[in-house]
C-alpha cells in the first residue's frame, strides 16, 4: 500500500477529507518552497502537490504559469527539485505528489524518474498532459515500484471513458471541477456535485476535485461528496507575495488562508 | 525502414512519432475531430464543395513555373516553383483552413480560434471565417506581431480578433499554448484550426491531407509538363505544412529526392537556429512526440530565425517519422542564405517569395547548381513576400530604401 493509500485510509476512518495544498516549486526559489510545504505539513494539510515548472504548460492559468516562468527564470532543474524533496520529506508527514508535464518525464527517462522521485520521498505523480491511451509504460514502472500515478477526469471525459481512467488511476482520482485551465472563480459549476456522486458509485478510489477551488464556500459545497479538495492558484497568488513582502510574514498569510479553507473541510476542528 | 504512406494509424502514430499528449479536458474535441473527419472523406459532397472552393476561391490548380533566369544563373539543374504564393491570401495555408472551416460547420461549432507565427495561417483562418460567417479569434507572439505588421492589419480587415500573446518568447509557440489554454475552456463550442502539422493527433494527418492537394498537383503537372516525375523536390519546413503536403504524394516514388530546408538562423549554436530535425531530440511538445528543441529538462528552448512562420522549436511528427526513415533528408539553411535567395528570385524572375519560402529557394539553387542541367528540382513556394517588405527593408538597413532610421 502506498503512501497515498494510507492516508486516505486512515482519513476515511476518521470520516475526514484530505487537503491538498499545490505548490510551485522554486517560486521564488526552492529553500522557501521548502518552508512553504512544512508550514503546511504543521497546519496539517493531507498531501502536498509540488509543480514542477515547465515551459509549456498549456492546462494552466496565468498565476501558475507566472510561477513557472518566474522559476525559469532562474534556471530550476528537476534535480534541484528532487533535493528539496528529500530534504522536506523527511521533515514532514504529508506525502508528496509532483505535477509535472510528460515533456519532463520522458526527456528524463521514465524509470530513472520514478526511481529518483520515490527514492526523495516523493509518494506519486500528476501527469496532466499524459492521456489515459499513452500512459501505458509510465503507469507499468508505477505499479512495480508502488508510485502512484494519478489520472485526471474532466467534465468533459464522457462516462465509460471515465470509469476506463479511474481504473488505471492509483492513489486517488484527480476530478477537474471545470472545462478550462486552473485559477480562481467565483463559483463551481452546478454539474459538478452530480458527476462526482456518478463517479463515487463507479470507484472505490478517493475522489479529489481541484481547479478553481480557493474559498471556504467552495470546500463546504464539496466536503459532502468529495474525498479531498486541491487548491493551487489561491495558494500560488500568495506565495508569489515572497517577491516583494517579508518571508515570515508570506508564510503567516498562506498558513492562516490554509487553516480557513480546512476549517470549512473538517468543521469538527483539528485531528 | 521504408516509409509508408499509410500513416498514421489509429492512435496517430507515424511510426513512433504522434500521438495525443494532452489535458484530458481537451480529448472529448479531438475525438469528434477525428470522427468527423472520418465521415467527411468519406462523403464526395464535402470533397466536392472543398474542390470547389479551392478552384474558384483560392484559384487552384496553382501554377508549376519553370524559373529558367534562375536556372540559369545556378548553371545547374532546373529549377521549377509550385506557386503556392500565387493563392487567395498569398499562400498554402488557405488549402487547410477551408478544409477545416467546412469541417468546423459540419460539427456545429459556431466560434474558430486559430494561433499565428508569420500571420500566413492567421489571415487564411480569418478568411476562412469571413466566407463562413465564423466569429474568429487569433493568437499571435507579440514579436510576431511586430515583424509581420500587415498580416495583422489584414486580419482585423477580415473581421478577426487578433489576441497578443505576452507569455515566453512571444512567438509561434507561445501562440499555440495560449490557443491551446482558450480551446480548454472552449472546447464545446470552439474548433481550433490549428495551421501546421503538428499538434494531437488528429491534426498532423488532417493538415497534411487537406496540404496535400500542392504535391498532387504538382505531381500531375510535373508529369504533363515535364513529361516525367522530378528528380529532387524541395520544401521549407517549420511546423512543416507545405513541405508535408508537398512531399506526402511523392512519399512512394522512390526515385524522386526529397528535401527539406530548416531555418539555420545566425549559427548552430543553441538558441540561434530553429532547425528541430537537425539538431533536436525526440521529446513531447503541443501534443505530440517528435523531434523538439528541449534542454537537458525537458524544457523548450529559445529559438531563433529570421522568418517567423519557420520560428518554432518543434516540428510535425510524420516529418520525424521521414527523418527516422530517411525518405526524406533534412538540411537547413541561415537567415542571411535565406535573405540573398530572397534578392535573387525578385531580381532574377520578378517574384517576391516569403521568408519562409526563401529558405527552400536558397537550398534549391545551392543543390540545383550540383546537378546536371537535365534535371529538374520542384520547389513549393509556400507564399509570397509582401508581408516581408518591411522587415527586410530594415535588416538591411533604412536607408538603402530611402526610409529614416528609427534610430
Not at chain 2, 523538439?292 to 530565425?305: A, L, R
Request: charged content about 25%; hydrophobic content about 40%; glycine content about 10%.
Amino acid at each position: 500500500m502506498s503512501a497515498i493509500d494510507q492516508v486516505f485510509q486512515q482519513l476515511r476512518s476518521q470520516g475526514r477529507k484530505a487537503f491538498i495544498p499545490f505548490v510551485t516549486a522554486g517560486d521564488p526559489d526552492l529553500d522557501f518552497t521548502a518552508d512553504v510545504l512544512r508550514e503546511l505539513g504543521k497546519r496539517g494539510c493531507s498531501l502536498c502537490e509540488i509543480g514542477v515548472p515547465y515551459s509549456d504548460p498549456i492546462a494552466d492559468g496565468p498565476v501558475i504559469q507566472a510561477s513557472y516562468t518566474r522559476a525559469l527564470e532562474r534556471k530550476i532543474k528537476l534535480r534541484e527539485i528532487l533535493g528539496m524533496t528529500a530534504r522536506v520529506s523527511r521533515e514532514i508527514e504529508a506525502p508528496l505528489v509532483t505535477m509535472v508535464s510528460y515533456a519532463i518525464v520522458y526527456r528524463h527517462g521514465l524509470e530513472a524518474f520514478v526511481r529518483e522521485a520515490k527514492e526523495t520521498g516523493v509518494a506519486g505523480a500528476i501527469v496532466p498532459d499524459l492521456l489515459v491511451e499513452e500512459s501505458g509504460p509510465l503507469a507499468e514502472i508505477c505499479r512495480r515500484e508502488d508510485f502512484s500515478l494519478i489520472q485526471l477526469v474532466t467534465p468533459t471525459t464522457p462516462r465509460e471513458r471515465a470509469v476506463r481512467i479511474a481504473d488505471a488511476s492509483s492513489g486517488f482520482l484527480y476530478c477537474v471541477s471545470v472545462t478550462g485551465i486552473t485559477g480562481e472563480r467565483r463559483s463551481l459549476p452546478p454539474q459538478l456535485l452530480e458527476n462526482i456522486a456518478w463517479l463515487r458509485e463507479q470507484t472505490e478510489l478517493p475522489l479529489c476535485i481541484g481547479f478553481g477551488v480557493s474559498q471556504p464556500e467552495h470546500v463546504q459545497q464539496l466536503a459532502p461528496v468529495a474525498d479531498g479538495v486541491i487548491v493551487g492558484s489561491a495558494i500560488v497568488r500568495r506565495i508569489a507575495e515572497a517577491a516583494v513582502h517579508p518571508r515570515d510574514h508570506v508564510l503567516a498569510d498562506v498558513g492562516r488562508y490554509v487553516e480557513s479553507l480546512m476549517a470549512a473541510l473538517n468543521p469538527d476542528g483539528a485531528a | 525502414m521504408h516509409a509508408s504512406s499509410h500513416v498514421p494509424d489509429a492512435a496517430g502514430r507515424f511510426g513512433e512519432f504522434g500521438g495525443r499528449y494532452v489535458p484530458e479536458t481537451l480529448t472529448y474535441a479531438l475525438d469528434q475531430l477525428a470522427e468527423e473527419y472520418e465521415r467527411a472523406v468519406k462523403d464526395s459532397a464535402f470533397q466536392a464543395e472543398l474542390d470547389e472552393l479551392w478552384k474558384n476561391y483560392v484559384g487552384r490548380p496553382s501554377p508549376l513555373y519553370h524559373a529558367r533566369r534562375l536556372s540559369e544563373q545556378c548553371g545547374g539543374a532546373q529549377i521549377w516553383l509550385k506557386r503556392e504564393d500565387l493563392n487567395h491570401t498569398g499562400a498554402h495555408k488557405i488549402n487547410n483552413t477551408l478544409g477545416q472551416a467546412l469541417l468546423t460547420r459540419r460539427m456545429g461549432k459556431t466560434r474558430v480560434i486559430a494561433e499565428t507565427g508569420a500571420g500566413q495561417h492567421g489571415v487564411a483562418t480569418a478568411t476562412a471565417c469571413a466566407r463562413f460567417g465564423l466569429p474568429c479569434v487569433v493568437y499571435m507572439g507579440e514579436e510576431d506581431i511586430r515583424r509581420q505588421a500587415p498580416n495583422v492589419f489584414s486580419m482585423k480587415l477580415l473581421g478577426a480578433e487578433v489576441r497578443p500573446v505576452t507569455s515566453g518568447s512571444r512567438t509561434l509557440r507561445d501562440a499555440i499554448n495560449e490557443a491551446m489554454r482558450d480551446w480548454m475552456s472552449s472546447v464545446e463550442t470552439t474548433h481550433y484550426i490549428l495551421g501546421s502539422v503538428v499538434g494531437p493527433h488528429p491534426f498532423p494527418r488532417i493538415v497534411r491531407d487537406f496540404q496535400s492537394v500542392i504535391g498532387r498537383e504538382a505531381r500531375s503537372q510535373s508529369r504533363e509538363q515535364l513529361g516525367r516525375l522530378p528528380e529532387m523536390v524541395v520544401a521549407c519546413v517549420g511546423g512543416g505544412s507545405n513541405a508535408a503536403g508537398m512531399f506526402y504524394p511523392f512519399v512512394e516514388d522512390e526515385g524522386v529526392e526529397l528535401v527539406g530546408v530548416e531555418a539555420g538562423g545566425r549559427g548552430e549554436l543553441p538558441g540561434q537556429h530553429a532547425a528541430t530535425l537537425s539538431f533536436g531530440h525526440p521529446g513531447v511538445l503541443h501534443g505530440s512526440y517528435s523531434f523538439v528543441m528541449q534542454d537537458e529538462d525537458g524544457q523548450t528552448c529559445d529559438v531563433h530565425s529570421i522568418s517567423a512562420g519557420l520560428d518554432y522549436p518543434g516540428v510535425g511528427p510524420e516529418h520525424s517519422y521521414w527523418k527516422a526513415s530517411g525518405r526524406v533528408r533534412y538540411i537547413h539553411c541561415r537567415d542571411d542564405e535565406a535573405m540573398a535567395a530572397f534578392d535573387a528570385l525578385a531580381r532574377n524572375e520578378g517574384i517576391l517569395p516569403a521568408l519562409e519560402s526563401s529558405h527552400a529557394v536558397a537550398k534549391a539553387m545551392e543543390l540545383a547548381s550540383q546537378r546536371s542541367k537535365e534535371e529538374a528540382i520542384i520547389v513549393c513556394l509556400s507564399g509570397r513576400g509582401d508581408k516581408d517588405a518591411a522587415e527586410i527593408a530594415r535588416l538591411k538597413g533604412n536607408a538603402e530604401f530611402g526610409m529614416r532610421s528609427a534610430e
